[in-house]
Each structure stands twice: as structure tokens, then as C-alpha cells.
Nanobody, 122 residues
Framework: QVQAVESGGGFVQPGGSLRLSCASS????????MAWFRQAPAKEREFVAA????????LYADSVKDRFTIYRDNDKDTIWLQMNSQKPEDTGDYYC???????????????WGQGTQVTVSS
């Protein structure tokens, strides 16, 4: 069974940084993509960033481009999301997901973690 387990959420002031991690198991990742989505209260889940495991190609939402970086550790089947220059609108539950292709729609991903909360506030 494919699993994705997130960690690293918390509270940060505007302009600060946090790093999230997601460990995957139960699936060979060579032909996979992993991604981060987030969901603020009363809003739909939205795409943040994705990485193609084979080759490391990345994709970002415009709202986080140049502030967030997604990267992977091949040996640990783990991805990270480094979040810098954070804004209050980055607040939400962040979810890690595993799929086959880099897609921006959550419907394209089959396996999800439980989420980790990020709060950006002064």
C-alpha cells in the first residue's frame, strides 16, 4: 500500500521560513511524480509544487514561484518543500501526494498523506 507521511508544519511569522518533508513508501518512484497541495479553511485544495522523480523536473504554482523550492532525496524516497518569504496567504493544511504525472489538479493523484498545518501570522 502506498503511503505518504508529511512532517514539518508549524507557526511562522510573515517573511519567515519553514521546511516540510514527505516520506513515501509502497511504490517504486522511478516512474512517479510527487506533489504538494494546500487547503485553507473554506477553500478548495490548490496545487503548490510538483517534482518528477526521474530527472527531477519541477512545476510550481505562480503564487509560490521564486519563494518555494521542491526537491527530492532519491535514497530516502523523500521530498521536501522549502518555503521562504512566507505570507499570511500561505496558511493552510499542506498535503503530500503521489501520482504518475505532474498535474495541478488534485483529482489526478491517487495517494495522499494526512496533511500538516502551516500558519503564517504576526
Amino acid at each position: 500500500q502506498v503511503q505518504a507521511v508529511e512532517s514539518g508544519g508549524g507557526f511562522v511569522q510573515p517573511g519567515g521560513s519553514l521546511r516540510l518533508s514527505c516520506a513515501s513508501s509502497g511504490r517504486t518512484l522511478d516512474d512517479s511524480a510527487m506533489a504538494w497541495f494546500r487547503q485553507a479553511p473554506a477553500k478548495e485544495r490548490e496545487f503548490v509544487a510538483a517534482i518528477r522523480w526521474n530527472g527531477g523536473r519541477t512545476l510550481y504554482a505562480d503564487s509560490v514561484k521564486d519563494r518555494f523550492t521542491i526537491y527530492r532525496d532519491n535514497d530516502k524516497d523523500t521530498i521536501w518543500l522549502q518555503m521562504n518569504s512566507q505570507k499570511p496567504e500561505d496558511t493552510g493544511d499542506y498535503y503530500c501526494t503521489v501520482g504518475t504525472y505532474m498535474r495541478v489538479s488534485p483529482a489526478e493523484y491517487a495517494y495522499w498523506g494526512q496533511g500538516t498545518q502551516v500558519t503564517v501570522s504576526s
